[in-house]
């Protein structure tokens, strides 16, 4: 039986799977690592696990040469910044554990079970709260010096444009522009209560465009999915499509763009489909 952990900032999704997908599912409430982690044990403890797979909120630490692997790093998560979260569940459980952002275990979810079934590469990208992807070549998620944050790109900004952008850290940068509390910030109503209409739309797919168009000319991914809140708009899909043909100019050839660039497959699930999934790799990796 496999373990599955996905780890937000605000619930932790656990479940336990059999080769017949999910046995059963329990969500926590994120708040301190001492009260959720009790619960998270709990969840656990009844089970006779293989193997567990954890996507987190990040950023966290994947080089295993360093003294950060493992730990929950400069989170605004309050508790959470220098955490050894790997190595509280190892001190747990011990099993072969998989370990990866939440982002990353989405994207292999969708690979595998979701949107890219059939795919060897894909980038998935959630707009919500904030935003940020996770990205899967040759059916391994990529990792680098760090996990990618291509939410925190820089994008041209709209001529129209005068926000200065939500990010702490770069203002106007990709989520800074796009994530969901910039569009409440700049017309003072929720996104999903905005007509589809409101020029806001336009501004908001302007940006996502440009970073699809980024990430094709940098990787090349043979599918984009997004996800998210902010994404459960279909016309904002549609305008996104738009200007990403419409920005790219022609330049790069891509399958037709209603193919290329689509919507989750495993709507809320991805993540914690996902975390399940590299569990198993792992299980199957350590035999």
Request: overall charge negative; aromatic content about 10%; some cysteine.
């Amino acid at each position: 039986m496999y373990g599955g952990i996905e780890a937000g900032g605000t619930k932790f999704v656990c479940a336990v799977s059999n080769e017949g997908g999910i046995v059963k599912k329990v969500s926590i409430p994120t708040t301190t690592p001492e009260e959720t982690l009790q619960q998270v044990f709990a969840f656990f403890d009844q089970y006779e696990l293989d193997a567990m797979g954890i996507g987190s909120f990040g950023p966290i630490g994947i080089d295993q040469t360093t003294d950060s692997y493992g730990y929950v790093l400069a989170t605004p998560k309050k508790g959470w910044t220098d955490y050894n979260f790997l190595g509280s569940i190892k001190e747990r459980y011990d099993v072969p554990i998989a370990w990866t952002t939440d982002v990353n275990a989405a994207a292999y979810g969708e690979l595998i079970k979701g949107a890219a079934q059939g795919k060897n590469s894909c980038i998935y990208l959630t707009v919500g709260t904030g935003i940020g992807a996770g990205v899967v070549i040759g059916g391994d998620i990529f990792s680098g010096i760090a996990h990618p944050e291509m939410g925190h790109i820089w994008v041209k900004r709209h001529p129209e444009d005068t926000y200065e952008g939500t990010c702490p850290y770069h203002k106007d940068c990709l989520e800074g522009l796009a994530a969901g509390p910039s569009i409440e910030a700049r017309t003072g109503i929720k996104g999903q209560e905005l007509l589809q209409d409101h020029p806001v739309w336009d501004m908001q797919a302007f940006y996502i465009a440009q970073a699809l168009i980024n990430y094709t000319l940098t990787l090349a991914p043979e599918k984009i999915i997004l996800g998210g809140g902010v994404m459960n708009q279909d016309h904002l899909l549609q305008k996104i499509r738009q200007q990403f043909v419409e920005l790219m100019g022609g330049y790069m050839e891509t399958p037709k763009v209603s193919d290329y660039i689509v919507r989750w497959g495993l709507p809320n699930e991805s993540g914690i489909i996902g975390s399940l999934l590299l569990a198993e790799k792992e299980h199957k990796a350590t035999k």
